[in-house]
């Protein structure tokens, strides 16, 4: 697996809190993950630009988009969300989509278990995806919609380094799970940090 991978946010969402801006978060959560991505354009914009130089290694016009699978494979009418964000960057002329990740079988989606012992390890979502054949440039960004604890990014960004090791790989995702914080002040909360894999445990870090 990769040892590290960095990685940026721009919002953050309470899935228990009760407060009037948690629950504001979550309706944001429920838009992404419904594949609304259009109507949160201006708000996106509004955070990029305000982020421009510390985002600016993760997101401009050379970069390679790489939305990173769903958690079973893809029929033709089905829903991407991560697709829908690399698309909306793409047009914001942020980076160049290149939908090579695939999901090779279906895996148990994490958020269905509150318990993260239960939900799939790096390892199960590491042998579940493939890498087709794609043009890329020098820097790659893996695209997703929520990062919680960080398993996905990092099987997904081994995967990709593997298949492109002398790139540059990064994360960047709309949105971060603030799991343990009931009440939240903003749902706006841009971060860059990385994510770190520990091969005796085979577990990850995210760093916040």
């Known amino acids: 697996m990769i040892p590290s991978v960095e990685y940026a946010t721009l919002f953050q969402y309470s899935p228990r809190g009760h407060s009037e801006m948690a629950i504001r978060s979550r309706n944001l959560k429920d838009a992404i993950k419904g594949g609304n ?4 354009r201006n708000l996106i914009f509004r955070v990029i630009s305000e982020k421009k130089d510390a985002i600016s290694n993760f997101l401009h016009k050379n970069v390679t988009l790489i939305p990173v699978p769903r958690s079973s ?6 829903l991407w969300p991560s697709l829908e964000i690399a698309n909306l960057l793409a047009a914001l002329q942020l980076g160049i989509v290149a939908p090579c990740l695939k999901r090779r079988y279906r895996i148990n989606r994490s958020s269905l278990f509150s318990d993260a012992e239960q939900r799939p390890s ?20 893996l695209v997703d919609d929520i990062i919680t604890i960080g398993r996905t990014c990092i099987a997904a960004a081994s995967r990709i380094s593997e298949k492109f090791p002398n790139a540059n790989i990064r994360i960047f995702t709309l949105l971060q799970t603030k799991g343990l914080e009931l009440d939240l002040d903003s749902y706006v909360n841009f971060q860059v940090n990385s994510i770190t894999y520990n091969a005796s445990s085979c577990k990850c870090t995210r760093h916040q």
């Open 37 to 40: 991505i259009e109507i949160l």
């Open 73 to 78: 494979p893809l029929r033709p009418s089905s």
């Open 122 to 141: 790096i390892a199960e979502q590491y042998d579940s995806l493939e890498v087709e054949d794609c043009t890329t440039t020098q820097n790659i960004t």
